[in-house]
């Protein structure tokens, strides 16, 4: 293989591994604070479908990303109210949001667009362009080096920037502030965070507002980065395997990102796969594509060892009196 090979791959890499990095950061937040969220899917999928029609609509990337994060927390702020406010069964309810997004998305795209459920497609300043770091041509004719700059680490999309800057960013939080040590404490022990006067649910909303801010980045990137509008059921699972590597990654960021681009590897794999002959045989398109899947519950069969999340997730919080 060579360098370019190499690189195209790894670069692809960063790209599909983007959404599934904000998507396990934004989990992160939420089960440290002890409420379980398998509801990622559906406010991610809320996200791509308001950055794509709201981008369709105004013809301005950055308008959809600022629909993305209204919606997606607001969703979060649903969802939070249902495990929280109502100390309802928070599995359920993220259930329910996956199912609302599922439906509410492909039947707003289809009454509003009339394309099937689809957005229109976007082009120009409706999408997010890649960005050229500073001397990234000047140096591109460097041996290795040049490369290594010019076209893996330039020429993404911001949304992979921010994506990969939040993880220095959630490690010094939840690990050197004052309000991670709280939110993991709520995550482990809300009786004694409540004794010390220290409101729990106030924290575990605030704890799923900032789920829903990373959500409604990893949706927009779908339709507004990656993609070129919004399409039925884009997001294709990349919320569970978000949460499939945050169970991998023991709930730490830094752990997380490894396991995303991992993840993000065998997917970009799969795809320079497709339509591969071994031993003379070509393998069916399918097995190629589930690939990524198939990985993924292998390596938490079998590697993952004990993974053991914080002890008073998915307990809603009741003060006593």
């Known amino acids: 293989m060579d360098i370019a090979f190499i690189l195209s791959l790894l670069d692809a890499t960063l790209r599909l ?3 599934l990095l904000l998507a396990c950061l934004a989990g992160l937040y939420s089960e440290r604070a002890g409420v379980f969220d398998i509801g990622l899917e559906g406010k991610m999928l809320m996200a791509a479908f308001a950055a794509g029609a709201m981008a369709a609509v105004t013809g301005s990337a950055w308008a959809g990303l600022g629909a993305a994060l209204v919606i997606s927390i607001m969703t979060a702020t649903l969802q939070g109210a249902a495990a929280i406010t109502l100390r309802g069964n928070q599995l359920i309810a993220g259930v329910a949001i996956n199912m609302l997004a599922a439906g509410l998305t492909t039947f707003l795209g289809q ?3 009339r394309q099937g459920g689809r957005t229109p497609q976007l082009s120009g300043e409706g999408r997010f362009g890649a960005i050229q770091l500073p001397f990234a041509q000047e140096l591109s004719g460097i041996p290795i080096i040049g490369p290594i700059y010019a076209d893996l680490i330039s020429g993404h999309y911001i949304l992979v920037y921010i994506a990969f800057l939040a993880v220095p960013i959630t490690a010094y939080v939840l690990y050197r502030t004052r309000f991670g040590l709280r939110l993991r404490a709520v995550g482990e022990n809300p009786k004694a965070v409540d004794t010390a006067g220290i409101p729990v649910n106030r924290l575990r909303y605030q704890a799923v507002l900032i789920t829903g801010l990373l959500c409604g ?3 927009a990137y779908f339709s507004i980065a990656q993609g ?3 399409g039925n059921n884009m997001t294709a699972g990349r919320g569970f395997i978000a949460l499939a590597a ?3 990654a023991k709930w730490k960021p ?3 990102m490894f396991t995303c681009l ?3 590897f065998l997917e970009a794999l799969q795809i320079r796969f497709q339509g591969a002959e071994f031993g003379g045989i070509e393998v069916p398109i399918q097995a190629i594509q589930a690939l990524p899947y198939v990985l993924t519950v292998v390596l938490l069969a ?5 993974a053991v999340g914080p002890k008073a997730g998915g307990v809603p919080y009741t003060k006593e009196r």
Do not use: D, N, R, Y
């Open 262 to 264: 991992l993840f993000g």
């Open 17 to 19: 591994s983007t959404p």
């Open 246 to 248: 945050l169970i991998f």
């Open 111 to 113: 009454q509003w667009f």
């Open 228 to 230: 070129s509008g919004f």
């Open 217 to 219: 980045f990893a949706g």
């Open 254 to 256: 830094v752990p997380a």
């Open 302 to 306: 079998g590697f993952i060892g004990k």
